[in-house]
């Protein structure tokens, strides 16, 4: 048979094939793999690739070939024919479908349906561990789509490969506990609700039943390269459900899963068991005083910043800062270990296509198209929480912001996967709010964030949105309704899901003023976040100070947001929203927050410009207001804000006070300096703080701290003999804070 | 246009005299026999006599003067000031006018199919029952489509329902409380949408009687009414609830006649240690003879009081007392505006800083 090759080739001459019209010359390039490209059209998904090709007499003897899918973003799945291909005429085919056994190279996933779906290139190659030059003649090379066939046992519906946790049913109270199945058949589309879906019914020892909503997950490894961040799948795509108990004792589980157009599975699982104490670590808004937000009943007065997204180019633009490198996770992950050794204890990041988002049109880096979330996206989503968490912090999880469906504004809607115009169902932005295919499309991202990350103790809370009055919804009062609508019945959805109950908010941009009432008065918004910009046209209280309009932001008598007994938590804030000069910025963030705790605010404002304080190491102010509130308890239901006279009056000081029977916490500060101004020093002895002029006689604890340090600097007991109590107040330059308590 | 058709509202808050939170505490007297006490409670509100109904021991009483004194009404800075302000408007010679007008402005043209749709929508959540009546108008609430601006904030009958109905719920008595409230919303519903809720001789009746409920209470601000002793507020009261019968009257519904239909039996005992005794109030409304159990458990002092545990108001999120679902349904009007996309919002005027409260007692609270 040693002359066979030479037969076949010759033959394949004399019948022309080799210089066919329309036959294409490939060199190889061996050792390394050679890649021919299929160009034609091709609607991506399953299929059958065919192709002709004369391999001359020349070309190495362990020449192989074999045939690729990849997706947009490369990732690779390859089939080999086996054997060597000898010199002669080849006509070969390759069957290219979820059911084939594909292999991922040279990372190793799984090739399953729901890869399948997101391929979207296909050709052959040529490899051989010789070197070679050879040209080989592909006469033909064309796809075909791959007849249905419904895979053997498609129609026994079930789930495989169980595993728990660590490989046990045992766990501790307040840790995480997994549940891994592989469906068969696996959905092509793992994240679309309406083709499959999976949960987990949880008894606990109290008899309650929580039905935990599992969703896609693919093991992700991330790298930090340094001047980005990339994302290695290993291993097959499953679904994973994920829990967290709360309570000692045993646990009875069973996994319910449901195909498109099929009975639901019921498998049993092994009971969990539970250990150690009771745990509860998520943040809540206080029952007692629904003002301010408490984490296992204990006040908990969140202290942060606004680290929306990876960097800022507003930022650098208005303040001249550097973009951080887009090492996402890596990048955000550094900013919240600086902030957490600053004293911050919060953090506000958004779900944005160009930050953590989970959908955005296929075609860009990392993303999957229209309810198809992003793997590794997600994996960067775990990542940034478990570190928040192990540092303290925890997470204002913003869903959307209002570019992704606003036309005008930060408009992103060109590159939104629902938008008409990229191959989604939706022609006007604002039928985000109302069409049914959008709302089934939230639902399913809604369902797919709180399976993944509702037991996370690092979220904070779900903020639906960024800047809601930014949007495309808010055109005119019949819009308004429809907003009204939709957040109410989102509120209501994730409320339904979230079987730790996280609470939720949405956000208006500008100041308190824009903010809508109906919408914050629904019961399903749980705080409030506001923007709290001043400045700029239309902005808030001519040359008003950012004290006062943090203030007003809550207790002006006819707007403040008071009035909802809701934590009010200013989200963005710094100047205008086009920023505002250094000396400005310094003292709004240094003083912001003192502002806010005397006002009432549900925590600190977070500053809007994070890389502005990231990149100059301006994290003192988080941890000075950190040491004035450890162990304070701002609750109560008379507890409330009160306006401290100066005397003899100093009409540049804002002095104002969180008062509860016996203890008072109070700032003094110096607006001409808040404001951009100079500050000036007060002598002590200079002036008086009038606490009251009918105040009870009692023994009284008096502390004076440095407002810029968070030091204690002065500390006295005096016994006050009844009527007015007025306090010395001793020197100081730009700002300065106290507590006065009642000795017990 | 000043909000003065929280006069109403004020009526129905000031006369009962309750604290936040003590709405569920109504005492229902202290026979052996729950029924027995409720019965007695409903006759005391037959004769408009709320000094039997609200107070059963003098330590009791002392406790709702302190509670009142102390409570949400004193220190909450947005129920006090709005209260204040309709206790001025009440007291204005044009009172009944503002009311009438605001009334208008805030219940749509279409206001009685509005307020039968929410009915229908409270009792079927998941979709509204055959044969109910059909939602509002055009627009639905808030006006016409494209109307911009704020305007007049519409009455959110379904949230004051819905607040309202957490007031009773019962743990473990969920199920038969919402079907017996589903009824009557149901039979409320099919009433209601006849009624011509703008007739203006109805009106100027029911403006007559919520001002005239606001004045039996003689006080020209909260904090005078918190400084009362119970005892004056329970009988100002009695005669402010006088006038709120004539308001409901003036729409069609003879309070005195329900109450005389009510009959009052033991229920079933819900399990718990010790168990807890329910009773069946059976009486007939809009036509219709309906079947409410509530939960009662007697206290230390001997008396039974309305027990409303369940804890399905806190799982939806309800954390709004009845005075401030009254309160936020019908605050001022939205913040919202025709700012549209990149507007920035700011669609009222620049806030004027407002200094924090006023010292409440010399000692700013300290």
């Known amino acids: 048979m040693a002359g066979a090759p030479f037969v076949q080739c010759l033959l ?60 947009r973003h490369g990732a690779w799945y390859q089939t080999c024919q086996d054997g060597h291909l000898a010199p002669g005429h080849h006509r070969i ?46 006469t033909s090379l064309a796809v075909a789509p791959l007849p249905d066939v419904p895979a053997a046992g498609a129609t026994v519906k079930r789930l495989l490969d169980l595993r728990l946790g660590d490989g046990t049913a045992t766990v501790a109270a307040g840790e995480r506990w997994t549940i891994q199945v592989r469906p068969d058949p696996m959905p092509a589309n793992p994240d679309d609700p309406r083709q499959f879906t999976l949960a987990a019914v949880i008894t606990g020892p109290d008899g309650v039943a929580m039905r935990i909503p599992g969703f896609s997950y693919q093991a992700m490894t991330l790298d930090d390269r340094g001047d980005r961040e ?13 829990f967290r108990a709360r309570q000692p004792g045993r646990y009875q589980v069973s996994l319910e899963a449901s195909w498109e157009g099929g009975p639901t599975v019921v498998t049993a699982v092994p009971a969990l068991t539970v250990t150690g104490q009771p745990w509860d670590c998520y943040a809540r808004v206080d029952p007692l005083d629904p003002r301010f937000f408490a984490v296992g009943g204990d006040f908990w007065w969140p202290i942060g910043l606004n680290v929306h997204s990876v960097n800022d180019v507003r930022s650098q633009e208005n303040l001249g800062t550097r973009l951080t490198t887009d090492r996402r996770a890596a990048a955000t992950i550094a900013q919240l270990r600086r902030l957490a050794a600053g004293g911050g204890t919060a953090a506000e990041i958004w779900l944005a296509s160009w930050n953590l988002g989970l959908e955005w049109r296929a075609d860009w880096p990392g993303f999957a198209g229209r309810m198809r979330y992003s793997q590794e996206q997600a994996a960067r989503l775990d990542a940034v929480l478990d570190a928040a968490w192990a540092l303290g912090v925890r997470v204002n999880l913003v869903i959307a912001n209002h570019g992704q469906i606003s036309a005008r504004m930060d408009s992103e809607w060109r590159d939104n996967p629902w938008n008409r115009a990229t191959g989604g169902p939706i022609a006007d932005p604002a039928l985000m709010f109302s069409a049914p295919e ?59 899901l979230d079987a730790y109950a996280h609470p939720i908010t949405t956000h208006w941009a500008g100041d308190y003023r824009s903010s809508d009432w109906d919408i914050a008065g629904l019961p399903g918004m749980a705080y409030l976040c506001i923007d709290a910009y001043h400045g700029g046209p239309g902005g808030w209280g001519d040359g008003g100070t950012l004290a006062a309009l943090l203030s007003d932001s809550v207790l002006d008598s006819r707007d403040g947001l008071a009035r909802f007994r809701k934590p009010v938590l200013v989200t963005e804030y710094g100047g205008s929203a086009m920023g505002a000069s250094d000396t400005l910025l310094r003292a709004e963030h240094a ?37 004035f509130i450890a162990g304070e308890d701002l609750r109560g239901q008379a507890a409330h804000s009160v306006l401290i006279a100066t005397l003899p009056d100093q009409p540049r000081l804002w002095s104002h006070a969180w008062s509860r029977a016996g203890r008072m916490l109070g700032y003094l500060l110096d607006t ?44 006295r007991m005096f016994e006050h003999p009844g009527g007015m109590l007025a306090l010395t107040v001793p020197g100081f330059t730009r700002h300065l804070a106290f507590k006065l308590a009642r000795a017990p | 246009m000043r909000p003065i058709f929280r006069t109403a509202i004020a009526c129905a808050c000031l006369a009962s ?34 000094a039997t109904l609200l107070t059963a021991t003098p330590a009791e009483a002392q406790a709702l003067t302190s509670a009142l004194a102390d409570g949400a009404l004193a220190h909450d800075r947005f129920l006090s000031d709005r209260l204040d302000e309709l206790l001025r408007e009440a007291a204005s010679p044009d009172a009944t006018a503002q009311l009438i007008a605001a009334w208008s402005a805030r219940v749509p043209v279409s206001g009685s199919a509005d307020l039968a749709a929410a009915l229908v929508a409270l009792a079927h959540p998941a979709g509204a029952a055959s044969g109910a009546p059909a939602p509002g108008g055009p627009g639905g609430p808030g006006g016409p489509p494209g109307m911009p601006g704020p305007g007049p904030r519409p009455i959110d009958w379904r949230m004051l329902t819905g607040v309202a109905l957490t007031q009773l719920l019962a743990r473990g008595l969920e199920t038969q409380q919402v079907e017996a409230v589903q009824q009557l919303l149901d039979a409320a519903a099919r009433w209601v949408v006849d009624l011509d809720i703008h007739d203006a001789r109805r009106a100027k009746l029911a403006s007559a009687a919520a001002i005239a409920a606001v004045g039996d209470l003689q006080v020209a601000t909260i904090n005078d009414l918190c400084q009362l002793p119970i005892s004056t507020l329970i009988t100002r009261g009695s005669e402010a609830l006088v006038q709120l019968k004539a308001l409901a009257s003036a729409y069609g519904v003879d309070a005195d006649a329900i109450l005389d239909s009510a009959s009052v039996a033991d229920g079933p005992a819900l399990a718990g240690h010790p168990p807890v005794s329910t009773v069946i109030v059976s009486f007939t409304a809009f036509n219709v003879r309906h079947q409410l159990p509530l939960a009662v458990v007697r206290s230390d002092a001997g008396t039974w009081r309305l027990r409303a545990d369940s804890p399905i108001p806190r799982l939806l999120g309800l954390r709004l007392s009845l005075l401030q679902a ?40 300290f």
């Open chain 2, 17 to 50: 005299s309750m604290p936040q939170g003590y709405a569920a505490e109504v005492s229902l007297g202290s026979s052996d026999d729950p029924a027995a006490a409720m019965q007695a409670s409903l006759h005391a509100l037959r004769v408009n006599d709320l």
């Open chain 1, 672 to 715: 001409t300096w808040q404001g951009g101004g100079s500050a000036r020093s007060y002598a002590a002895g200079e002036m008086r703080l009038v606490i009251g002029d009918q105040v009870a006689p009692g023994t009284c604890h008096l502390e004076w701290w440095d407002a810029d340090s968070g030091e204690l600097v002065e500390s």
């Open chain 1, 93 to 138: 085919r390759f069957s290219l479908g979820p059911a084939d056994p594909l292999v991922s190279e040279p990372m190793h996933h799984g090739w399953s349906p729901g890869a399948s779906a997101l391929m979207a290139k296909t050709g052959i190659f040529f490899y051989s561990a010789a070197g070679s030059r050879t040209e080989i003649t592909i």
């Open chain 1, 438 to 496: 959008a709302l089934d499309g939230q639902e399913a991202m809604r369902r797919y964030l709180i399976a993944r990350y509702a037991d996370h103790p690092a979220i904070m809370g779900w903020k639906l949105w960024s800047e809601i009055n930014l949007t495309a919804g808010n055109q005119d009062a019949q819009a308004h309704q429809t907003m009204k609508r939709w957040h109410e019945f989102a509120a209501a959805r994730w409320r339904a």
């Open chain 2, 326 to 365: 009254l309160v936020f349904s019908l605050g001022p009007p939205p913040g919202f505006g025709p700012g549209g996309p990149g507007g920035g919002g700011a669609n009222r005027d620049a806030g004027a800083t407002q200094p924090p409260p006023p010292l409440p007692r010399g000692d700013n609270g």
């Open chain 1, 12 to 71: 394949a001459w004399i019948l022309g094939l080799a210089t066919a019209p329309g036959a294409t010359q490939v060199t190889l390039c061996s050792p390394i793999t050679t890649v021919v490209p299929y160009l034609g059209a091709w609607d991506g998904g399953a299929l059958v690739l065919t192709a002709e090709l004369i391999v001359p007499g020349e070309a190495p003897a362990d020449l192989g070939v074999g045939a690729y899918v990849s997706d």
């Open chain 1, 591 to 627: 003083s912001a927050s003192w502002a806010a705790l005397v006002s009432g605010h549900g925590g600190a404002p977070m500053l809007w410009w994070f890389e502005w304080v990231d990149q100059q190491g301006l994290y003192q102010p988080f941890r000075a207001i950190a040491r």
């Open chain 1, 230 to 242: 990339d994302a290695t799948p290993h291993g097959p795509g499953i679904m994973q459900v994920r």
